[in-house]
């Protein structure tokens, strides 16, 4: 088979480059190991936080109001909800990495913010067990966006403008001639002009020389203690990233569709340079959840500190905490070190990818994502 194009995984930045490829009319084909919108990889489960104003690079904010104006363009097209902007609190003490990091971002970002004193917050979200210095920026812009239904969504989309895609198909070689790609998988041989390998946790496996590091890291969902109460649904306890004094914090947001509240521990990470193939599955009571549920219990004291769902999941680390995303050589695009921040950006990536590819000029400062930057 002969194509323009090969997408090689279609996660949240393969399965956005698909789409975008396709609806600039390019021949492409897109190949997944798994089924789409599967839970092996790193963009499974129903939600991820969103915002615009972000503390990781100020380059990032075009790229999330990008995903923002193509979710929406998407979703007015196939009436689906690929973002809900209910609004973020970013909690800790006056001089926290959320607090000052979210009021930073958000001027950079040309974006409004409003600082809720001690006070103010501890009347408005009477479910946060707070420390005397906590305040907070609430930022109306931010919310949470849709994991796996939005990969699912922009493979279809791909797919009704014309991209061939192959599921449960692995790409075991790829190579580079002068004149095109070939890229092999057990039943079907394809060649190309140009691959875009974006294969997440497994992007080392085809792109050696990639400086990524794949991190074991678990989702967990709980519910309120009341089964009645709702102080957790999601508008009344909107996306949150809560900084303590010991550097440790949570993240999350509350109930929406699935009826679940999201909450991660962060400054707890282990389990780095873990081989994709060889990823532990199990979860571990004392390792997975002792501490994170230690830290509900003190936290969220309306909120039963027992997860009721956990899944094993994977972020991708780049040594500087970007993504790689675009050239690597003539005829290979890469995407991948999402370093824990990436599904929001998944869309703009996407369009970056399908202009990259195209040699079109991209629409956002890529240098600091360059993949040759190492
Ligand atoms: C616990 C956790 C919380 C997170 N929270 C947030 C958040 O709040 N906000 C946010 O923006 N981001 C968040 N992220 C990050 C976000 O989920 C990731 O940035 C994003 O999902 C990465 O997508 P990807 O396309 O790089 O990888 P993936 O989605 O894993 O895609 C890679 C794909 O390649 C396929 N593949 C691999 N090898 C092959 C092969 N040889 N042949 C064919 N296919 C192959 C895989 O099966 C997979 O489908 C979080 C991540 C985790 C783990």
Known sequence: MRTDVVVVGLGAFGSAALWRLAARGVNVVGIERQAIGHPFGSSHGTTRLFRVA????????????????????????????????????????????????????????????????????????????????????????????????????????????????????????????????????????????????????????????????????????????????????????????????????????????????????????RDRDVDPDELDRYIHPRKDIAELSATIAKSFPELDPEPVKLMPCMVTDSPDGQFLVGRYDERVVIAGGDSGHGFKHCAGVGELLAQVTTKETPYADVSFIDPLRF
């Open 54 to 269: 972000c503390m990781e690079h100020p380059g990032l904010t075009e790229i999330a109001r990008k995903s923002l104006a193509l979710w929406t363009e998407l979703g007015e097209r196939t009436g689906e909800t690929y973002v809900r902007q209910t609004g973020s609190l970013n909690v800790g003490g006056p001089d926290s990495r959320p607090v000052k990091g979210a009021r930073q971002a958000a001027m950079d970002a040309g974006a409004p913010t409003t600082d809720l004193s001690h006070d103010e917050l501890a009347k408005r979200f009477p479910q946060y067990a707070l420390a005397s210095e906590d305040v907070a920026v609430w930022d109306p812009g931010a919310g949470i966006c849709y994991a796996e239904p939005t990969v699912r969504a922009h493979v279809a989309e791909a797919q009704r403008l014309g991209a061939t895609v192959y599921p449960h198909t692995m790409v075991t070689a790829i190579e580079v001639g002068r004149d095109e790609v070939t890229v092999r998988t057990p039943t079907t041989t394809i060649t190309a002009d140009q691959v875009v390998i974006s294969t997440g946790a497994w992007l080392s496996k085809l792109v050696p020389s990639a400086p990524l590091s794949p991190r074991r890291t678990p989702l967990f969902w709980f519910q309120p203690k009341d089964p009645a109460s709702d102080a957790f649904q999601l508008t009344n306890f909107p996306a949150f990233i809560w900084e303590f004094a010991d550097g440790k914090g949570l993240w999350g947001h509350g109930s929406d569709e699935d009826f679940l509240v999201k909450v991660g521990l962060d400054g707890a990470e």
